[in-house]
């Protein structure tokens, strides 16, 4: 393993957070008739699924494997937010208090939009490394020549995901996760 420290801390962070959804309060159980280890069960099985992703992508050769995963998942986490509001996948997102933002099948409900965060994140690096890093730009207008293609992509993801999933808390972070790249690359 990569890292056995990252391991054993998100473990130990994980045990806490399993302990703490056992001391969730009982109304929200009582009030949808669930047992009152229904939190616990669900922190459980997503705590162990973490782990067994975190321990398999340690084991991945990065060359190899990461690039393929991280275009994986841009492409997508980008055509699932795409088609979210057409009639292919209308029925499995169901509208909730005036968004639709989850694809809900077989009772678990995924948001696309985490997923092409992170596909975002691996591409905003594969490009800088190519585009904006090796360059010396010697003026301040070379430099924000470079970012306009970048800013377009973001203007585009900004507004399709605030118009078509209400969701302009996404879009922040997604603009925050933009603007701490470009500060690393500098």
Not at 45 to 61: E, K, T
Not at 160 to 181: C, K, N, P, R
């Amino acid at each position: 393993m990569a890292d056995k420290w990252i391991y054993v801390i998100v473990s130990i962070l994980l045990g806490f957070g399993l302990v703490f959804s056992y001391s969730l309060p009982i109304y929200i159980e009582t009030k949808y008739g669930w047992s009152e280890f229904h939190f616990f069960i669900r922190f459980l099985i997503f705590a162990i699924a973490g782990l067994s992703i975190m321990y398999l992508l340690s084991q991945c050769n990065p060359d190899k494997c990461i690039s393929k995963i991280g275009w994986s998942l841009l492409t997508i986490g980008a055509i699932t937010i795409i088609l979210m509001p057409t009639p292919i996948l209308t029925p499995f997102c169901p509208v909730i208090k005036g968004a639709r933002r989850w694809i809900k099948i077989f009772g678990i409900s995924v948001a696309p939009v985490e997923f092409f965060k992170i596909g975002l994140i691996y591409f905003f690096a594969w490009s800088f490394s190519r585009k904006l890093v090796s360059k010396h730009f010697k003026t301040l207008k070379e430099e924000l020549m470079a970012l306009i293609p970048y800013i377009a992509v973001l203007g585009l993801t900004a507004i399709y995901v605030v118009i078509y999933q209400s969701d302009l808390g996404e879009t922040l972070l997604i603009l925050m996760i933009f603007y701490v790249m470009l500060i690393f690359i500098s």
